[in-house]
Nanobody
Framework: QGQLVESGGGSVQAGDSLRLSCVASGHTARFVLGWFRQAPEKEREFVGAIVFSGSNIFYSDSVKGRFTISRDNSKNTLYLQMNSLKPEDTAVYYC?????????????????WGQGTQVTVSS
């Protein structure tokens, strides 16, 4: 079983930027990798995903134009660059590997999850 380890979360002001990283171990790095987030008392929400080659990247409408997903396969690392952060972006952010077929936005298709990293944006 592979492993995913996120880092880079923190507390920032609205309008600031943060970059999250997620290191994938072993074969996990070859899957479609995605970012999800979960705010208090809300369901887990799809943020975006990227295929192994990087040729296809998907974003939710709520982050499109502000967040950028990339991956460095030489380092087995997934990134989430978050710009123009808003208080509503406050959540625990998770990276995940898609281990079964289905749309990349469906959390049920992701079988390997990181432990999550907290992002807090204050106004």
């Amino acid at each position: 079983q592979g492993q995913l380890v996120e880092s880079g979360g923190g507390s920032v002001q609205a309008g600031d930027s943060l970059r999250l990283s997620c290191v994938a171990s072993g074969h996990t790095a070859r899957f479609v990798l995605g970012w999800f987030r979960q705010a208090p008392e809300k369901e887990r929400e799809f943020v975006g995903a990227i295929v192994f080659s990087g040729s296809n990247i998907f974003y939710s409408d709520s982050v499109k134009g502000r967040f950028t997903i990339s991956r460095d396969n030489s380092k087995n690392t997934l990134y989430l660059q978050m710009n123009s952060l808003k208080p509503e972006d406050t959540a625990v952010y998770y990276c995940a590997a898609q281990t079964s077929s289905g749309h990349v936005s469906s959390s049920s298709t992701y079988g390997i999850w990181g432990q999550g990293t907290q992002v807090t944006v204050s106004s």
